[in-house]
């Protein structure tokens, strides 16, 4: 069985409360040991030009790193007063949750409290257990940090997951002083919450906190020094410093209920230490401003293993606004499920510009309205050409609702044409039931064929009855090509047509691949396989393929959900 070993993504980085110890090293330190700073031999007056050098490049710390070190003396910056100024507005988020546990511990979700990604993943193991669950009172631990003021309330973010459920959340200030919270909103989709605590309940010192500002995450460079600030492990207010890792991290996240946060595609990837109980806590640049909020490390042990992922201020800014001014988010909405396409892949279609292809149409949503179909290619959305940097699932959901927008299609046998479409809500669709899809069941047949690692059956009569055309994927191999496994394809989902021809059976999708492979030895097959009322796109590669080949080995009940709703 081919494996690929990865670090696990933990999401849920707000932390149970338990009993925690902490590891002290046992290695004896040598007591003459001291970090110094070295100079050479020479001249007393060379020295003192080295501390007046010195002196004149702490003045400067403030703005980080001097332009150029003197005489090669490398002088790190201090951020004491980025945190001094930043530290008050800082708090740390207590939640009291109640869960259904098993005696002796044996619900993974009771070590790590609701919220944490296991909770789906050890979901359908314990619900076949015949130990009776009890309900438990847990607490969590996360961060928050004070975003604005009015005169009766201070407004908290925080991460989403941090806080769902909850029937109590108290907040911590820097003082250590506790204060009710309540949830003002809170928005699943980026996993970002607003949290309300009443001014009248503060200290008059605390009254005087300032909050933080947001700052432009898009300004920031790989590089770029960062500060993270949260509540790690419980121990209280810890500030951490690194650099910006990478720009532009799309990443695989789950919020409480298993629902993807679909929203956010472009995390801040950096190496300040952020562990368990640092979810909802700032990042900073060097002047004090956010321009991240800490919501997921990559670990697998749950621990800083150098990688931590921060929702940018660009994405979060905006939801935020809109959940403390409306109570909730307002986004953009097409009525549309679309699947992103390389270059590569839109040529093997007909295309020769990269964009999202449409798998499905909302009857009655905007695109329909407007005489978009599925299958059609988009390519351009207000002027913006669609690529890694122009996701059209954000620029949709930045577009203010009931303004009309020009999109740009590439549709077979028609070349490129455009639509006028006004755009619609997401949240009043979502509330209508308008993104809701029925899952498919799979069946196996005695015909089935085992090819390229997959298990074929036909359809039953009754589908056909129903008007259902193609061939059904009964079970997916664990050596099936590499371009199948990352697909996305799914158990139960209908392979409708392979390289433009419908199929008849199952020796015929066999007969089809081979003829494409002669043809095309080094190119892709396309797949248009059916799932639920969406069509959706799988891209075989020929060239990993030996198609004499039939596969018989265990069964990869799983795979990659390639569905996007705009």
């Known amino acids: 069985m081919k494996k690929n070993v990865y670090a696990s993504l933990i999401i849920a980085l707000s932390l149970t409360v338990a009993s925690p110890t902490i590891a002290r090293s046992s290695r004896p330190q040598d007591e003459k040991k001291q970090d110094t700073l070295k100079m050479d031999s020479k001249p007393k007056e060379d020295v003192k030009s080295k501390v007046d050098n010195l002196k004149v490049l702490e003045s400067k710390q403030a703005e ?4 150029k070190p003197t005489d090669n003396l490398v002088v790190f910056p201090s951020f004491s007063k980025v945190v001094k100024k930043a530290l008050p507005a800082v708090v740390n988020v207590a ?3 109640v869960i259904n546990t098993k005696p002796n511990n044996s619900d993974p979700r009771a070590k790590s ?7 789906e993943l050890f979901r359908g193991f314990l619900e076949q257990g015949s130990i009776e669950e009890a309900p438990k009172k847990v607490s969590s631990l996360g961060s928050g940090f004070i975003l604005k003021k009015t005169d009766k309330e201070f407004f908290i973010v925080t991460n989403y997951h941090v806080i769902s459920d909850a029937k109590k959340i108290s907040v911590f200030l820097h003082d250590k002083s506790e204060v009710k919270a309540t949830v003002h909103a809170y928005d699943e989709r980026t996993d970002l919450a607003v949290l309300k605590i009443e001014i009248k309940d503060l200290s008059d010192d605390n009254k005087k ?15 770029d020094w960062v500060l993270a600030i949260g509540n790690p492990f419980g121990l209280g207010s810890s500030v951490t410093a690194g650099i910006v890792s990478a720009k532009g991290r799309d990443i695989i996240t789950s919020s409480k209920g298993g629902r993807g946060a679909d929203y956010v595609d472009d995390y801040i990837q950096h190496s300040a230490q952020i562990n368990m109980g640092n979810s909802g806590g700032c990042l900073l640049d060097l002047k004090g401003n956010v321009i991240g909020v800490n919501t997921a490390i990559l670990s697998r042990s749950g621990e800083h293993n150098g990688v931590g992922f921060a929702s940018p201020a660009t994405v979060a800014q905006k939801t935020i606004n809109q959940l403390i001014e409306f109570g909730r988010t307002k986004r953009g909405w097409l009525g549309i499920r679309i699947q992103h396409l390389t270059a590569e ?18 009857k009655d949503g905007p695109a329909a309205k407007a005489g978009i179909k599925a299958n059609d290619i988009i390519i351009g959305f207000e002027g913006k050409s669609i690529s890694d940097q122009n996701r059209l699932t954000r620029l949709v959901g930045e ?5 009309e927008i020009e999109i740009k299609v590439f549709r077979k046998d028609e070349g490129i044409k455009s639509f006028k479409v006004k755009i619609e ?6 509330k209508n039931g308008k993104l809701d899809s029925s899952s498919v069941v799979s069946s196996e047949s005695s015909e089935s064929l085992e090819f390229i690692g997959l298990t074929l059956s036909p359809l039953t009569e009754d589908e056909v009855k129903q ?12 050596n099936a090509p590499d371009s199948i496994l990352e697909s996305g394809l799914f158990p139960g989902d209908i392979i409708e047509k392979a390289a433009n021809k419908e199929l008849k059976d199952t020796k015929h999708f066999k007969s089809v691949i081979d003829e494409e492979k002669k043809i095309n030895s080094k190119g892709l097959a396309a797949l248009v396989v059916k799932r639920n009322s969406d069509s959706i796109y799988v891209f075989l590669k020929l060239d990993e393929i030996d198609t004499a080949e039939e596969t018989k080995k265990s069964v990869l009940e799983h795979g990659a959900n390639s569905k996007i709703p705009a």
């Open 345 to 362: 892949k839109a040529k093997s279609l007909g295309s020769d510009t990269r964009g999202d292809i449409i798998i499905g149409v909302t």
């Open 113 to 119: 409290g609701p919220g944490n990604p296991l909770e």
């Open 467 to 478: 008007g259902k055309k193609g061939i059904r994927v009964s079970k997916i191999s664990s």
């Open 425 to 430: 809500e997401y949240e009043n669709a979502e």
């Open 209 to 223: 906190i300032q909050p933080l500002n947001w700052g432009d995450s898009e300004s920031l460079d790989i590089g």
């Open 95 to 97: 939640t009291t949750q």
């Open 64 to 67: 980080g790193f001097p332009e």
């Open 399 to 403: 577009t203010e609702v009931g303004k």
